[in-house]
């Protein structure tokens, strides 16, 4: 089984030949491989990746320990899988040169919540009739049972919060794969909203990579700025040392003259 950590970005349409195929643009990877799961250790076997960004103040010191220099993710899930320590290894990373056009996935997110919704909306129920004589019957329910049992029976579609859970849509397909910008175009519609967090799994192989180092230039010049005050450091050290030895040799002829000195004065005090 093949997988990534996504985000959804929007809906658009590629053509194929001639035929005009509505899209959902996800950027995905890349995804380092954070832990290994196995039986022995853990009781069951997974592959920890981790996805996006975060700032690194608000990420906790056990953490930073587990990520283990790989990043400061933002999002970090498992996937179930067969023997994953003879598939990849920590460090390793994931991005879309593992899917290929025609892949068939299926894709988990969170849909959009909609708060408080009737009947209507929530389950799709026709409504009463508009004619004469129905006041105020619209958009309601109806009746629920009989008053036998004097309850509510449970599952009875009814109003209530409608989205804002966690939705599988499978059957979907790779329409294409943008590999230099890490982007998969996935046929048809996909649950959650913009920029929001997707899962996609897909049978067959899957094909780590290694990942490219991300340099950030304001902590290059940092790191220069450092270097340059350790050199002038170094060379100021050594002035000094030059320096010093013939301070020495100066502060030695001082003294001798001030020996010479006092033993003058001494001479002509004693006359």
Known sequence: MKFILGKKIEMTQIWRGEEVVAVTKVQAGPCPVVQIKTKEKDGYEAVQI???????????????????????????????????????????????????????????????????????????????????????????????????????????????RMGGERVTVANLEVVEVDLENNVLFIKGAVPGVRN??????????????????????????????????????????????????AQAEVKEETKVEEEVKAEDKKEEIEK
């Open 50 to 160: 981790g996805f996006g960004e975060k700032k690194e103040k608000n990420i906790k010191k056990p953490q930073k320990n587990h990520f283990k220099k790989l990043g400061n993710f933002r999002h970090v899930r498992e996937f179930r899988c067969d023997e994953p320590e003879k598939i990849v290894k920590v460090g390793d990373g994931l991005d879309v040169s593992t899917f290929a056009v025609g892949d068939i996935i299926k894709v988990t997110g969170t849909s959009k919540g909609k708060g408080f919704q009737g009947v209507v909306k929530r389950h799709g129920f026709s409504g009463s009739k508009k004619t004469h004589g129905n006041k105020d019957q619209l958009r309601m329910p109806g009746s629920i049972g009989s008053t036998g049992p004097a309850h509510v029976f449970k599952g009875t579609r009814m109003a209530g």
């Open 196 to 245: 929001s967090l997707v899962l996609i799994q897909g049978q067959g192989e899957l094909k780590p990579v290694e990942l490219k180092a991300q340099v950030d230039e304001n902590k290059v010049e940092e790191v220069k700025e450092e270097i340059k005050i350790e050199e002038t450091k170094e060379e100021a050290k050594d002035e000094v040392k030059e320096e010093a030895p």
